[in-house]
């Protein structure tokens, strides 16, 4: 196992890199977000800890432009920061686990052993049906390499229906899963929507992926997995 572990503070990198070394595992060290970032695009690592504050590129773009790159590699990142919502930024930018400095080194063996027995995750944040993708990370939605331009809620009933291709909703799962409790709409509102996306996503194009099964609901299939 090769990890990647970028951190500019000397003390603490050499500290960690020989800690994972004791543990058999190969390791590369970058001290900043640049070298960092060069290191991640030359090779496929099994895991790559970072270190938020870096000098050069921030580890926060750093985080994204790995997750951009790869998927599968699982991210542990080091922070001084223990804010909750950096934090939840982070891990909705690709961050697998946090650990906030100071650190036993135990507990980082421990996770990286964690993350690794988990393996590559399949995150899949491009859901594909068809000619039709959609990017859950960045919420673009594509057919046939052209973007298209949803609203909120249209983004949302799509991608809840792109994430089970092939698969029927009723319009009550559509609504539980869409909506919020504070809905009190129409009962039509899933149909008016489903009429809505079909306009963008269906009408421009030959092949229709939203299917209406009568008296069940509404599902997105290709001909194959319908
Ligand atoms: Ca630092």
Redesign the pocket.
Known sequence: MRMLLV???KKVSDLVARALRAERYAVDVAADGQAGWDMAEAYDYDLIIL????PGLPGEELLKRIRRKSQQVPILVLTARDATEAKVANFEAGADDYLTKPFAFAELVMRVKALLRRGPVARASVLKVADLEVDRFTQQVRRAGRRIELTPKEYALLEYLAASPGRVFSRTMIIEHVWDQSFEGLTNIVDVYVRHLRAKIDDPFAVKLIRTVRGVGYGLATEQNS
């Open positions: 951190e500019d503070e270190d938020l504050m870096l």
